[in-house]
């Protein structure tokens, strides 16, 4: 049976009683010959806060709490600003203002966004350049990770007029 408190509504004394949910509602704790009023307990409501699920546009990733938030952020080595104790807020008191309303969630965790950057990094590490001088003669693909920087290659005469570029997988 859950607990529930009981308050009168004349002289403000609140009792703490087991009933069923079922008769949570019937009058049946009396104070002053009046029925005492039902109360939302005050120790259910501490610390809830309600939250729907939402899409981050700026992190890429569906939000499922705020637990699942500060572990997205903390992955992604993102700080939030604004109120430090709701975070950031949409409150805007400019007419002018267009504030966007929360997107639905779209699936995406972060588990995908992290798998997205792992890809990158490896298309990064992939990145293959050739270059064409003015005579037309094309040089070898070279990564680019191994290619000499930009400085070293004026200064051994090496003046390209095109770049093609392709990844490979």
């Known amino acids: 049976m859950p607990r529930y408190d009981f308050t009168c509504v004349i002289c403000g004394s609140t009792r703490d009683e087991s009933v069923f949910v079922e008769d949570r509602d019937k009058p049946m704790f ?18 809830f806060f309600p939250f729907e699920s939402y899409h981050d546009p700026s992190l890429g990733v569906d939000i499922n709490g705020p637990g699942e938030k500060a572990e997205i952020l903390r992955a992604m080595g993102v700080h939030e600003t604004g109120d430090p104790v709701r975070g950031a807020r949409n409150f805007e008191t400019s007419k002018e203002a ?66 093609t570029m392709k990844v490979q997988s």
């Open 98 to 163: 267009v504030t966007l309303d929360r997107e639905p969630p779209t699936g995406r965790r972060l588990s995908d966004h992290q798998r997205d950057v792992e890809q990158g990094m490896k298309e990064k590490a992939n990145f293959m350049l050739q270059t064409e001088d003015k005579d037309g003669k094309v040089s070898d693909p070279v990564r680019a990770q191994d290619m000499q920087s930009p400085s070293s290659a004026v200064k051994s005469g090496f003046s390209p007029t095109r770049t």
């Open 30 to 47: 009396f104070c002053h010959d009046v029925a005492m009023k039902r109360e939302f307990p005050f120790d259910a409501a501490r610390g």
